[in-house]
């Protein structure tokens, strides 16, 4: 069974300093996709940035980048020179590639970031 | 280029009664999927459209839930006989490929 998990709770750092969320994830499927989400204080939810299973380089959009080591199933996020504005709720997020019709995300249960000034 | 549309924003429903969801995808989505958000149980997947054909509903409480998604411009989430278990805020997305992108979602609240 697929399941997402986010150990730290919570994090707080200064601003412009680099954070790393943590993610672990489980799957049968030899291809799959990992997402990481951010739900700001609105509620809004906001897609950042995407892995495939199947490349080796980490992906990088803007000031996020992934550090995705597929043989621990791990798939962490790195913000670099953080902002106050990036407090937020960040999800980890995975879904299945190919088994079964079904695309829907499985996501960990969060890892609140403060950014402090 | 408007985003994920839902409506209403906030419902409030007494128990026993029927709420009503409405979602309108980004336009050109193929997929559009129904999340349930509480606090306990984190995002979990209710169920889920491509092209308006209902595709997974492994989510779905079975005997109160269902969605229906009669155009490609709009999906629908009902809940029978609401239970103060059901309160959460409901979340759509929808999706070109890979990518799901989030509307605000509704909170209901059963009393």
């Known amino acids: 069974a697929q399941k997402v998990t986010q150990t730290q709770t919570s994090i707080s750092v200064m601003e412009k300093t680099t954070v790393t969320m943590d993610c672990v994830y489980e799957?049968?499927?030899?291809?799959?996709?990992l997402f990481w989400y951010k739900q700001t204080a609105s509620g809004e939810i906001v897609f950042l940035i995407r892995?495939?299973?199947?490349?080796?380089e980490n992906a990088t959009v803007g000031h996020y980048s992934l550090n995705f080591q597929k043989p621990k199933s791990s798939i962490g996020l790195i913000i670099t020179a953080t902002q106050i504005e990036d407090s937020a709720v960040y999800f980890c997020a995975m879904r299945e590639g190919i088994t079964g019709n079904t695309r829907k995300l499985i996501f960990g249960l969060g890892t609140t970031l403060q950014v402090q000034p | 280029n408007a985003g994920v549309i839902q409506t209403p924003r906030h419902k409030v429903t007494g128990k026993g009664q029927e709420a009503t969801l409405w979602c309108e995808p980004i336009s050109g989505h193929s997929a559009v999927f129904w999340y349930r958000q509480t606090i306990v149980q984190g995002l979990e997947f209710l169920t889920y459209f491509r092209n308006q054909a209902p595709i997974d509903d492994s989510g779905m409480p079975k005997e109160r839930f269902s969605a229906q998604m009669p155009n490609q411009s709009h999906s629908t989430l009902k809940i029978q006989s609401t239970q103060p278990q059901d309160s959460a805020v409901y979340l759509c997305?929808?999706?070109?490929?890979?990518?799901?992108?989030f509307g605000p979602g509704t909170r209901l609240t059963v009393l």
């Open positions: 799957t049968q499927d030899s291809s799959y996709f």
């Open positions: 892995q495939d299973s199947y490349k080796k």
């Open positions: 997305a929808s999706s070109p490929s890979l990518e799901q992108y």
